[in-house]
């Protein structure tokens, strides 16, 4: 077999990557006329057709009767923090949708963000729904992990884990359970905060995990080099996530940032994969290559199917089975090196 094999394979779909990658023309419907209309008439009226709602009740100095209407919802329910404007903007859009739908128009997004339909509050409940399974799924990852190496393993005389990579692995857990976890509450609530922690924690995490491709397939053991090897990728992490927050939230431009450290990585994996003589080698390459695939799919933006489910819920669907088998190549690869590193005290 070719040890390139897996690098030519990949060529293709990089090339794919980056074409869809092209920023796409795009009608906004809150440019609509008619929803603009329906919006201003609900904020006057509080109402959205027969739908009324009393947050939208004003004294005649403007403000809300009775303060923030959600400060008189249960307290489970409090965390959503809707107001009158957003409310209006919601059902105005679900009224103008169904307008739509029925003239046999195509949906459109508002504000940037295509119409979801709301659950409980919760904006996207099928992407939430599947965050919540893939921050399970890396928990039990990490903890079956720490098991292995901590437990089941022999360990050094001085209590340390043969497995070089043991410490590395686990800011890794840490990172992919924090970026999971903002991305639950992303998709539970839309605000510029909660958008802002999510897309930093994915950054770091895509900034993370291509310092970790590099220190593993070149076998960095030095803690000098890896301190060389990692400072100045997370010096431009760091910037990168200090520019969004800071300066300017420029989604195209940190679309090509995460989509080249992605890419980076999965050449560095497939090219080792092909070149190791590691006996779990076909895991990585299955993880590398599926997440190529699942990197095309996350570009494709389609409307969300009866409301809930749209590309990027697909793109957490993948994740899932594939966060099984990379945490799977991990617990082997602590096991090759913790019997490789046994034969040579022997």
């Known amino acids: 077999m070719n040890p390139m094999a897996p690098f030519h394979f990949l060529l293709p779909l990089i090339a794919l990557c980056f074409l869809l990658l092209r920023p796409l023309a795009a009608i906004d419907g809150a440019d609509d006329p008619l929803y603009i209309d329906c919006v201003e008439q609900c904020e006057k009226t509080g109402c959205v057709g027969n739908r009324c709602f009393q947050h939208c009740k004003f004294s005649s100095d403007g403000k809300p009767i009775d303060g923030p209407w959600y400060m008189h919802e249960p307290l489970y329910l409090r965390w959503k923090q809707w107001d009158c404007r957003t409310d209006c903007r919601y059902h105005c859009m679900l009224s103008r949708e169904e307008e739509r739908t029925k003239d046999g128009a195509r949906p459109v997004k508002y504000h940037g963000k295509w119409p979801f339909k709301r659950v409980s509050g919760i904006q996207e409940p099928v992407a939430v729904a599947l965050s919540a399974l893939n921050l399970a799924i890396q928990f039990h990852g990490w903890i079956s992990f720490f098991i292995l190496v901590y437990y089941k393993l022999p360990l050094r005389p001085d209590k340390k884990t043969y497995y070089e990579y043991t410490g590395l692995w686990h800011i890794y857990g840490i990172l992919c359970m924090n970026s999971w976890l903002w991305s639950v509450v992303f998709h539970s609530r839309h605000v510029e905060l909660t958008e802002k922690l999510d897309c930093s924690s994915a950054v770091a995490l895509l900034g993370y995990t291509l310092i970790q491709s590099i220190l593993r397939a070149f076998n960095v053991k ?118 490789y590193h046994l034969k040579k005290v022997k």
């Open 222 to 339: 030095d803690e000098a080099t890896r301190v060389m090897i990692s400072a100045p990728l997370i010096a431009f992490v760091t910037t990168h996530i200090l520019y969004l927050n800071f300066y300017e939230f420029d989604y195209g431009l940190n679309m090509k940032v995460c989509a080249a450290m992605a890419v980076c990585q999965f050449l560095i994996w497939a090219i080792w994969a092909g070149v190791s003589i590691h006996p779990s080698r076909w895991k990585l390459f299955v993880v590398v290559v599926a997440e190529c695939l699942a990197m095309v799919l996350q570009t494709f933006d389609f409307p969300p199917y009866k409301g809930y489910v749209d590309a990027h819920a697909l793109w957490h669907a993948t994740t899932i089975p594939l966060a099984f088998l990379w945490w799977s190549f991990i617990r082997d690869d602590a096991e090759f090196r913790t019997s």
